[in-house]
């Protein structure tokens, strides 16, 4: 008897590699995704329909069953899709273009030429000199003194030397030194020349020296009574350093009635200078006693009378 034999070969590995590499590649995406924040937005799962592998059945063998020997295994093929989702990212992150502001290079100045003026004079820089102010004192300007002195600036040093137009005209600080002159007040010195003569009732002369530095200008003589009464003040006039007076006493004051007299003079400084009190006089001003019965002999003067001055 012949021997029929049935083998089914179920070719089903490479559709299980085909679908490990699609999971691993669904996977690979969502983790890249939220590596860089990518939003994917919720999208329905498309069930895709993956196509099952036909079986194939083979009989191998007799025509005819053979007692003992096992049935033939038939592989029944199921068609129930397997559902796969799958996400198709619709926003795409874009990359922002960043301008970077290029450096611009600087133009280099063109140097000025420099020609110094030799047959100008030459100045000295002073303390609180400035370009600008040598420029006006010489008649410049700042831009010619700085290119005729080939300075690469304004600023200029003390003692420098530069060529300018015109040396200035400097004109000299002069400080009086002032000297105010103290004047110390003399007092006038007197001397008394002659005393006090005397022409009853009430006239009388007086004679005086007086001396000052700063000049006199005026000598006058005040005559007063026992009672310190002004009875009579008389101007005297100079004849060199002596000053004479006379006149007449206040009324009805006399001669009898003068106690004593004294000097005033007024310097050039209008400063007034008084004299001690002279009681010095001749025998005409003394009074004339009057005689009484007692008296025996003659009536006479008054004791030391006389023309003696």
């Given amino acids: 008897m012949d021997k029929k034999k049935k083998f089914c070969f179920c070719i089903t590995r490479r559709r299980v590699i085909s679908a490990v590499i699609l999971v691993a590649s669904v996977l690979n995406l969502i983790i890249v995704g939220a590596a860089f924040d990518v939003t994917f937005p919720e999208a329905a799962p498309t069930a895709t329909a993956s196509p099952t592998l036909d079986i194939i059945t083979m009989t191998v063998g007799a025509s005819t069953a053979t007692e003992g020997s096992p049935p033939p295994i038939t592989l029944v093929p199921t068609d129930t899709p397997a559902q796969t989702a799958t996400f198709t990212p619709t926003d795409t ?51 010619e003194l700085r290119r005729v002195n080939c300075l690469f600036g304004t600023i200029i040093f003390v003692e420098q ?27 006038t010195e007197f001397t008394l020349y002659d005393v006090m003569s005397c022409a009853p009732p009430s006239y009388v002369s007086f004679a005086v020296i007086a001396k000052d530095p700063e000049g006199i200008l005026s000598v006058t003589v005040q005559i007063y009574t026992v009672e310190d009464v002004l009875i009579g003040q008389i101007d005297m006039s100079p004849k060199g350093d002596v000053y004479y007076g006379s006149g007449a006493l206040i009324q009805p004051y006399t001669v009898d009635e003068v106690d004593y007299y004294q000097f005033s003079a007024i310097d050039g400084l209008k400063n007034t200078t008084f004299s001690q009190l002279y009681r010095d006089r001749s025998i005409y001003c003394y009074p004339i006693p009057t005689p009484t019965a007692t008296d025996s002999g003659p009536v006479g003067l008054h004791e030391g009378s006389g023309n003696a001055q």
């Fill in 161 to 187: 030397t530069l060529y300018v137009p015109h040396l200035p005209i400097i004109t000299p600080t002069f400080t009086p030194t002032y000297t105010p002159t103290t004047f110390v007040d003399t007092p």
């Fill in 93 to 143: 992150p874009t990359a922002t273009a960043t301008s970077t502001p290029i450096s611009t290079d600087t133009p280099t100045p063109t140097a000025t030429v420099c020609t110094p003026y030799y047959w100008w004079p030459i100045y000295i820089v002073q303390p609180s000199d400035t370009l600008y102010s040598i420029a006006l004192k010489t008649g410049s300007t700042p831009e």
